[in-house]
């Protein structure tokens, strides 16, 4: 059974930190384009970011959060990581996880969510002091 589950959402104040986590089960992700989108109460889910898994050079992240989120992953255990800093209240969210099954170097095109074959139900993020 293919699964995908996200964990370490949480309550933050404004300016901290937090590290999400993805496992997948039931497939490995080495040779996916995989990724994490958020969605805001009453917004339609938007890409943050995503990561050509086959090599791990070729990623993208949305312009609200380039220097501060962070994309990694462990092929050995087949997680998919979002380090997250600087936060603010805008980035208020469920976060997923998802992964496509098409490996491209045009990570971009294909880190929207019509772009993604599989996704995690999400960890809520909220910042809030």
């Known amino acids: 059974q293919v699964q995908l589950v996200e964990s370490g959402g949480g309550l933050v104040q404004p300016g901290g930190s937090l590290r999400l986590s993805c496992v997948a089960s039931?497939?490995?992700?080495?040779?996916?384009?995989i990724g994490w989108f958020r969605q805001a109460p009453g917004k339609e889910r938007e890409g943050v970011s995503c990561i050509n898994n086959a090599d791990a050079v070729n990623t993208y992240y949305a312009d609200f959060v380039k220097g501060r989120f962070t994309i990694s992953r462990d092929n050995a255990k087949n997680a998919l990581y979002l380090e997250m800093n600087s936060l603010t209240s805008e980035d208020t969210a469920d976060y997923y996880c998802?992964?496509?099954?098409?490996?491209?170097?045009?990570?971009?095109?294909?880190?929207?969510?019509?772009?993604?074959?599989?996704w995690g139900k999400g960890t809520l993020v909220n910042v809030s002091s």
């Open positions: 998802a992964a496509a099954g098409t490996l491209t170097t045009n990570v971009k095109a294909l880190c929207v969510p019509a772009g993604m074959d599989y």
């Open positions: 039931g497939f490995t992700m080495d040779y996916l384009t």
